[in-house]
């Protein structure tokens, strides 16, 4: 078992500078590295963590610096019951570890790969606890840019954290305090908006963004399918543009209701006026209707 003694960066009286983290079995791999489950003693209890580990050294450490710096910018300032909480992170053997809270049920793209989508009353529930975190994430000033189900987690008690800020942006201008635009294209093609895909030389609205990747996020809960399969993206932008949307395909015609039809493209609307604000989502006929069951899939 390979263990690490690390010294913490953030040292505070509450807990020992130096910690024995045993790492065990790799729980995901993302495009910068590998995720491992560890648990480390504190205070003579075994804790559990995921560690993001990021070689210095890669080509893909190098290349993408400034969105290791920004997941751990965003990741500090944020506070959140449905955000994954980020504890330390430490560079060791030219590997920078980022430490987090682990969440045993995996991501939900995992989980709807293995159990298959949701029922409506589970979805509903998961789906609050995501539009929650992403309508504080907004209050913060900050658009998350990377919605999708890999970026969704779940712990033991089937909770929602939302994870991965490496591509988060703020959207104020600290100095004149003024909202700005985002000009960079990032995030997965599958759960960009339109404007996005098109062109961002213009500058587009980061808000807008995660509400969309929300639609598509919704969609994938409720199908297991990515709303717009077009192999190239003039394919995908015309099925954006035009609503050709999987979801409107007549095998889920009985499957999806109506109010989260709806709901859906609300979101997945392609003019930005017209696109669902945060507030329309939870008082949607979807969002509000009255159902309490606990998602029980596990
Ligand atoms: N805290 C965690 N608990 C459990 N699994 C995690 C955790 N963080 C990440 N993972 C798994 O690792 C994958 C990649 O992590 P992520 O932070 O999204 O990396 P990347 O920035 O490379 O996409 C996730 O999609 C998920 O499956
Ligand atoms: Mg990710």
């Known amino acids: 078992m390979e263990t690490a003694t690390v010294l913490k960066q953030n040292e505070t009286s509450e807990y020992d500078s130096v910690l024995t983290v045993h790492f ?38 190098q290349d993408n610096r400034w969105l290791i710096d920004n997941e751990v910018s965003v990741a500090t300032r944020v506070q959140h019951p449905n955000l994954i909480t980020f504890f330390f992170n430490v560079k060791y053997h030219r590997s920078v570890y980022i430490y987090m809270e682990y969440c045993k049920h995996g991501d939900m793209k995992q989980i709807i790969r293995k159990y298959g989508p949701y029922v409506e009353p589970d979805a509903r529930l998961l789906f609050a606890q995501i539009v929650a975190a992403i309508e504080y994430l907004h209050g913060q000033d900050i658009a998350h840019r990377d919605l999708k189900p890999e970026n969704v987690l779940l712990n033991h008690r089937n909770q929602v954290k939302v994870s991965d800020f490496g591509l988060a942006d703020y959207f104020r201008d600290p100095i004149s305090n003024r909202r700005i635009l985002s000009y960079s294209r990032c995030g997965t093609k599958t759960f960009m908006p339109p404007e996005v895909l098109k062109s961002t030389s ?33 394919v995908m932008l015309a099925q954006q543009t ?29 003019d930005i006026l017209k696109r669902a604000r945060i507030s329309v989502i939870k008082q949607s006929e979807w969002m509000t209707s009255d159902s309490h069951t606990f998602p029980a899939k596990y």
């Open 242 to 270: 035009s609503g050709d949307i999987v979801l409107s395909r007549s095998e889920y015609e009985k499957t999806v209701s109506d109010h989260a039809k709806r709901l859906i493209w609300l979101m997945l609307e392609p």
């Open 24 to 61: 065990k079995n790799t729980i995901g791999k993302g495009s910068f590295g590998q995720v491992k489950y560890c648990v480390a003693k504190i205070k003579n209890h075994l804790v559990g963590f995921a560690v993001k580990i990021l070689r210095e050294r890669s080509a893909v450490y």
């Open 202 to 234: 213009r500058g587009y609205n980061a808000m807008f963004f995660d509400i969309w990747s929300l639609g598509g996020v919704l969609h994938y809960m409720l199908t297991g399918k990515i709303p717009f399969d077009g192999r190239t993206t003039k």
